[in-house]
């Protein structure tokens, strides 16, 4: 793993944390963070910020980000909730899903695309997406959400939880 950085940050851009190792495993980021996989990766991967596979990656793994391009070869599941960019010499093969997605000439999916509709600055989660933002398990949020803990809206049998109210809670909660 190298972090490339080549100038002051004003010159050259945002620093990039580049992966050029072969990688198993699970790799999840809680902050924003420019990551540039070039090697081998099999998993789960959660990022925040922006996520470009490169030329020559090889990625088998369930991808969930926010700004997602791909250039090299992905099988698996890919969510990306702000933008996916299928670049030139990209192979995608599995489940897409996104609200904005380019695909370049000469790029391939091969597999199903679900165009979600760009979702708000207070964005819903499900009860999986919370549990994964905050790191527990879904009947912990599940019993903090029937407690009435938890700030959440319940649709049926679903329970739906909105980020920017989830996010102020967990500021409160830290405090205490």
Not at 87 to 100: D, F, Q, S, W, Y
């Amino acid at each position: 793993m190298a972090l490339r950085r080549r100038g002051s940050e004003e010159e050259m851009g945002p620093r990039w944390l580049e992966v050029d190792a072969s990688m198993t495993g699970t790799l999840s980021f809680k902050d924003p963070v420019n990551l540039q996989i070039n090697g081998q990766f099999e998993g789960n991967l959660d990022t925040k910020g922006n996520l470009a596979i490169g030329e020559k990656a090889q990625i088998k793994a369930t991808i969930h980000g926010e700004l997602i391009s791909i250039a090299g070869d992905v099988e698996g599941t890919v969510t990306a909730s702000k933008r996916l960019e299928l670049l030139h010499t990209a192979h995608m093969v599995g489940k897409v899903t996104t609200p904005k997605l380019v695909v370049h000439e000469g790029a391939t999916l091969h597999g199903t695309c679900e165009m979600l509709q760009a979702r708000a600055e207070s964005q819903w989660m499900t009860l999986e997406e919370l549990a994964r933002y905050l790191e527990v398990d879904t009947s912990t949020v599940l019993e903090w959400a029937q407690g009435g803990r938890l700030p959440a809206q319940r649709e049926g049998t679903q329970w739906r939880f909105d980020r920017r109210r989830v996010e102020e809670w967990v500021a409160q909660e830290k405090i205490r």
